[in-house]
T-cell receptor, first 115, second 115 residues
Framework: GDSVTQMEGPVTLSEEAFLTINCTYT??????LFWYVQYPGEGLQLLLK?????DKGSNKGFEATYRKETTSFHLEKGSVQVSDSAVYFC??????????????FGQGTILTVHP | DAGVIQSPRHEVTEMGQEVTLRCKPI?????LFWYRQTMMRGLELLIY????????DSGMPEDRFSAKMPNASFSTLKIQPSEPRDSAVYFC?????????????FGPGTRLTVL
């Protein structure tokens, strides 16, 4: 079945540090890929997405590129802020078949940014 | 728009009691998703509806769980009887169309504690 694997957390960084959160996936066909963010006490929010190979999703300084050859969708940000402290989820959805429309999430990575 | 509305925000109940969680999706959205989030299992999709019809309920843990969507603006998730292992945060999300095409918007969640 479909699966998403994220790097183990928690990740702790100082403000203005470079961030990478690794994400790899297993799915048949050509899934769409997403990063969601969950701030404390809130529901998930879509951060960015990519729907086909080599697409780059970007938002709020975060970027991720859909790499089909390595089945990866790593999240990066050049300079993190304290306000980026949250839990980040990588996810995929496969078009077609019985899983159509169903998001499969990774386990989440906790990011803490210190001043 | 008010976003996805969930009630109650917190629920504490005793084992064996019936619990009903409620969700109002964003107006105009025709897909609705129920998720459960725990530390041990992460984020799990329980069931989702499209145009008020259940599409995939394979994530519903057992017969104690049931979900309904009587109309486009309301859904319930019921647990009867509840057990301590049901303690989790339950999220409702909605989208226009299925998840692969359009963004899912999450509610703030209901934190359920079963004693």
């Amino acid at each position: 079945g479909d699966s998403v694997t994220q790097m183990e957390g928690p990740v702790t960084l100082s403000e203005e540090a470079f961030l990478t959160i690794n994400c790899t996936y297993t799915a048949t066909g050509y899934p769409s890929l997403f990063w969601y963010v969950q701030y404390p006490g809130e529901g998930l929010q879509l951060l960015l997405k990519a729907t086909k190979a080599d697409d780059k999703g970007s938002n709020k300084g975060f970027e991720a590129t859909y790499r089909k050859e390595t089945t990866s969708f790593h999240l990066e940000k050049g300079s993190v802020q304290v306000s980026d402290s949250a839990v980040y989820f990588c996810a995929l959805v496969r078009a077609g078949g019985t899983s159509y429309g169903k998001l499969t999430f990774g386990q989440g990575t906790i990011l803490t940014v210190h001043p | 728009d008010a976003g996805v509305i969930q009630s109650p925000r917190h629920e504490v109940t005793e084992m064996g009691q019936e619990v009903t969680l409620r969700c109002k999706p964003i107006s105009g959205h025709n897909s609705l998703f129920w998720y459960r989030q725990t530390m041990m299992r992460g984020l799990e999709l329980l069931i989702y509806f499209n145009n008020n019809v259940p599409i995939d309920d394979s994530g519903m843990p057992e017969d104690r769980f049931s979900a309904k969507m009587p109309n486009a603006s309301f859904s319930t998730l019921k647990i009867q009887p509840s057990e301590p292992r049901d303690s989790a945060v339950y999220f409702c999300a909605s989208s226009f169309g299925l998840a692969g095409v359009n963004e899912q918007f999450f509610g703030p969640g209901t934190r359920l504690t079963v004693l």
